[in-house]
């Protein structure tokens, strides 16, 4: 099969295509013919060199998002070939994973696909809404709260405002201006644009400070100045946490393999509640191009790639 792969660190130039031997799944694994998997920031971590240097592997592959029909079935495993499913692979050191024609997973990192939803936007939901709906988790904020999302029309951002919105908070979303009626039809109740002062344009919403902030867009201290005395700052990024002070507390989030969450999300995106959004598509075999496009930025919506 093929796979698209990293074999020395450098930038997306770095993103190979490889013929490699096809997956075969162990007990409780299922193998996953790959219908699109999705790009992500994690990815440009593995080529840029955030996870180490390649000396003692061949390759790594590449890809944590994927949304594809069931292959093949190890002993110990119920569900059936042909099945639509959805998945985050979160390992990130493993030969091959989801940007490849097949995948081998293990059953805590599946889940059902949305029905009726094409598998190009399914792929979109894996990864970031279990950080968005985590991340939420570690901000337990009381009905009629105040909740700011950094980067709040991104692919975590916005998971995270439509999640909140079920959880009867209200949200100080900040985009770009051109993001304020996409983010006000996701359940904003207030918009600061990107091009604010972050404190100052949410003190001036929510005086004294919102009770949280959920850091999509890794802005550190700016971000955490935006919160109320006490209050809580949750960050994606282990890399960009500020200092605490003024007694905030200061999380940071990562998502891993739960199978129960996935298909908790995937229902939610079955029914409208959450919104998957694919910004642009690219065949495998256009994999480095694809991870330039990542690089530069920009885009709503998730890049993904179809076998």
């Given at each position: 099969?093929?796979?698209?792969?990293?074999?020395?660190?450098?930038?997306?130039?770095?993103?190979?295509?490889?013929?490699?031997?096809?997956?075969?799944?162990?007990?409780?694994?299922?193998?996953?013919?790959?219908?699109?998997?999705?790009?992500?920031?994690?990815?440009?971590?593995?080529?840029?060199?955030?996870?180490?240097?390649l000396d003692e592997v061949e390759y790594i592959g590449l890809g944590l998002d994927a949304a594809g029909?069931?292959?093949?079935?190890?002993?110990?495993?119920?569900?059936?070939?042909?099945?639509?499913?959805?998945?985050?692979?979160?390992?990130?050191?493993?030969?091959?994973?989801?940007?490849?024609?097949?995948?081998?997973?293990?059953?805590?990192?599946?889940?059902?696909?949305?029905?009726?939803?094409?598998?190009?936007?399914?792929?979109?939901?894996?990864?970031?809404?279990?950080?968005?709906?985590?991340?939420?988790?570690?901000?337990?904020?009381?009905?009629?709260?105040?909740?700011?999302?950094?980067?709040?029309?991104?692919?975590?951002?916005?998971?995270?405002?439509?999640?909140?919105?079920?959880?009867?908070?209200?949200?100080?979303?900040?985009?770009?201006?051109?993001?304020?009626?996409?983010?006000?039809?996701?359940?904003?109740?207030?918009?600061?644009?990107?091009?604010?002062?972050?404190?100052?344009?949410?003190?001036?919403?929510?005086?004294?400070?919102?009770?949280?902030?959920?850091?999509?867009?890794?802005?550190?201290?700016?971000?955490?100045?935006?919160?109320?005395?006490?209050?809580?700052?949750?960050?994606?990024?282990?890399?960009?946490?500020?200092?605490?002070?003024?007694?905030?507390?200061?999380?940071?989030?990562?998502?891993?393999?739960?199978?129960?969450?996935?298909?908790?999300?995937?229902?939610?995106?079955?029914?409208?509640?959450?919104?998957?959004?694919?910004?642009?598509?690219?065949?495998?075999?256009?994999?480095?191009?694809?991870?330039?496009?990542?690089?530069?930025?920009?885009?709503?919506?998730?890049?993904?790639?179809?076998?």
């Open positions: 099969m093929r796979a698209a792969v990293v074999k020395k660190i450098g930038g997306p130039e770095a993103v190979e295509i490889v013929e490699v031997p096809l997956p075969e799944p162990g007990p409780f694994e299922v193998r996953v013919k790959v219908a699109a998997a999705g790009l992500n920031p994690a990815d440009a971590a593995v080529w840029g060199g955030f996870f180490g240097p029909t069931i292959d093949a079935v190890g002993t110990g495993v119920l569900l059936k070939v042909g099945t639509p499913v959805i998945v985050f692979d979160a390992p990130v050191v493993r030969p091959t994973k989801a940007q490849a024609e097949y995948l081998v997973t293990d059953l805590n990192s599946i889940a059902p696909a949305p029905e009726g939803m094409a598998l190009t936007l399914a792929a979109t939901i894996p990864l970031n809404a279990m950080t968005a709906s985590l991340a939420l988790d570690h901000l337990p904020l009381p009905p009629r709260g105040t909740l700011l999302v950094t980067g709040a029309a991104g692919a975590v951002g916005g998971y995270a405002v439509e999640l909140a919105r079920t959880r009867g908070v209200r949200i100080v979303a900040q985009g770009r201006p051109e993001d304020e009626e996409f983010l006000r039809d996701r359940g904003a109740t207030w918009f600061v644009s990107r091009d604010e002062e972050l404190s100052a344009a949410v003190r001036r919403l929510v005086p004294e400070g919102v009770d949280g902030v959920l850091d999509a867009a890794a802005l550190g201290a700016p971000a955490l100045a935006a919160v109320r005395d006490g209050g809580i700052y949750v960050s994606v990024r282990v890399d960009v946490l500020p200092a605490p002070e003024r007694g905030v507390v200061v999380r940071h989030t990562f998502a891993g393999p739960d199978a129960t969450r996935l298909a908790y999300l995937s229902a939610l995106a079955e029914v409208g509640v959450l919104t998957p959004r694919v910004g642009q598509i690219y065949s495998l075999s256009q994999a480095a191009e694809a991870h330039a496009r990542l690089a530069r930025g920009g885009l709503r919506g998730r890049i993904v790639l179809v076998p």
